[in-house]
């Protein structure tokens, strides 16, 4: 009665909700959130002294994912506009918990010497979290854990300066539409474009910062950034990241008495 539920078992699933891609067990997972959230009003009533508890607005309801990244990811296949997928939280030998509506808003990605590479994913559920939704599936695959020698970041001065870590994000805008007569959305429209950020730090050696107007005068969305992160043995590809439509639109230079010269450089791009 006073037991506990331990990381060991507890599983995350999800799928796509068609059954393509077919379900299966996320790994590397460190941390899952799940919850839910109702607007309500406190409304005053004339001669009536406790007053009401009123509906404020749609049930919100999120999820959140943190993991390692150390196979072929599933989740990133979820962005584009008619991507929905379902997923389900299990424990207690068959008890579940889960969805069959949700929608990717936003997916970021780290990587830097002598870390394996995170994952954190944003879902929004636009049907009911409930008991008993079960998307479990296939175990998880073959774990590859990449190395700093199996990443690489391709952008300006990438060449012949000493890469040492970059972030990779994308957002996803999504609108639910309701309608007299249901609790869920009818319909959730695809809002373009996907809004993509990255940030790439160096060690410097050769280069310089581009002078600050450039982004008005010279120009833009010509860049090329990309990441590729493979298994340690580099046989395996578990994710090739683009910003699609570059543009560089910040630097940042550190300088220390007690470090090397640091160069950070902000990308925007969409799709």
Same mark, same amino acid.
Request: charged share 15%.
């Given at each position: *009665?006073?037991?506990?539920?331990?990381?060991?078992?507890?599983?995350?699933?999800?799928?796509?909700?068609?059954?393509?891609?077919?379900?299966?067990?996320?790994?590397?997972?460190?941390?899952?959130?799940?919850?839910?959230?109702?607007?309500?009003?406190?409304?005053?009533?004339?001669?009536?002294?406790?007053?009401?508890?009123?509906?404020?607005?749609?049930?919100?309801?999120?999820?959140?994912?943190?993991?390692?990244?150390?196979? %072929?990811?599933?989740?990133?296949?979820?962005?584009?506009?008619?991507?929905? *997928?379902?997923?389900?939280?299990?424990?207690?030998?068959?008890?579940?918990?889960?969805?069959?509506?949700?929608?990717?808003?936003?997916?970021?990605?780290?990587?830097?010497?002598?870390?394996?590479?995170?994952?954190?994913?944003?879902?929004?559920?636009? %049907?009911?979290?409930?008991?008993?939704?079960?998307?479990?599936?296939?175990?998880?695959?073959?774990?590859?854990?990449?190395?700093?020698?199996? *990443?690489?970041?391709?952008?300006?001065?990438?060449?012949?300066?000493?890469?040492?870590?970059?972030?990779?994000?994308?957002?996803?805008?999504?609108?639910?539409?309701?309608?007299?007569?249901?609790?869920?959305?009818?319909?959730?429209?695809?809002?373009?474009?996907?809004?993509?950020?990255?940030?790439?730090?160096?060690?410097?050696?050769?280069?310089?910062?581009?002078?600050?107007?450039?982004?008005?005068?010279?120009?833009?969305?010509?860049?090329?950034?990309?990441?590729?992160?493979?298994?340690? %043995?580099?046989?395996?590809?578990?994710?090739?990241?683009?910003?699609?439509?570059?543009?560089?639109?910040?630097?940042?230079?550190?300088?220390?008495?007690?470090?090397?010269?640091?160069?950070?450089?902000?990308?925007?791009?969409?799709?």
């Amino acid at each position: *009665m006073f037991g506990s539920t331990l990381n060991y078992e507890s599983h995350f699933f999800i799928s796509g909700q068609d059954g393509s891609p077919s379900a299966r067990e996320l790994s590397g997972v460190s941390s899952v959130d799940i919850g839910y959230q109702n607007a309500a009003n406190i409304t005053n009533l004339l001669g009536y002294q406790k007053g009401v508890t009123t509906i404020g607005g749609p049930t919100s309801q999120e999820i959140s994912l943190s993991r390692y990244l150390i196979y %072929d990811d599933p989740i990133l296949a979820f962005t584009g506009a008619s991507e929905v *997928m379902k997923g389900s939280f299990n424990y207690d030998n068959n008890a579940s918990y889960g969805f069959e509506s949700g929608y990717l808003t936003s997916y970021s990605v780290n990587c830097a010497v002598g870390s394996v590479p995170t994952v954190n994913s944003s879902l929004v559920v636009y %049907d009911e979290l409930r008991n008993g939704v079960n998307a479990s599936g296939a175990t998880p695959q073959a774990i590859y854990v990449p190395s700093q020698g199996s *990443m690489t970041a391709t952008c300006d001065n990438t060449t012949t300066n000493r890469v040492i870590g970059f972030d990779y994000a994308l957002e996803v805008a999504r609108k639910p539409y309701y309608t007299i007569g249901s609790e869920t959305p009818v319909e959730v429209k695809y809002i373009p474009p996907i809004k993509y950020t990255a940030s790439v730090q160096l060690e410097v050696d050769d280069v310089f910062l581009e002078s600050g107007y450039s982004f008005l005068t010279a120009g833009k969305e010509e860049k090329t950034v990309s990441f590729s992160i493979k298994s340690r %043995d580099q046989t395996v590809t578990m994710q090739s990241l683009t910003i699609p439509k570059a543009s560089l639109v910040s630097e940042q230079l550190s300088a220390s008495a007690d470090g090397s010269v640091r160069l950070t450089l902000n990308y925007v791009g969409h799709s």
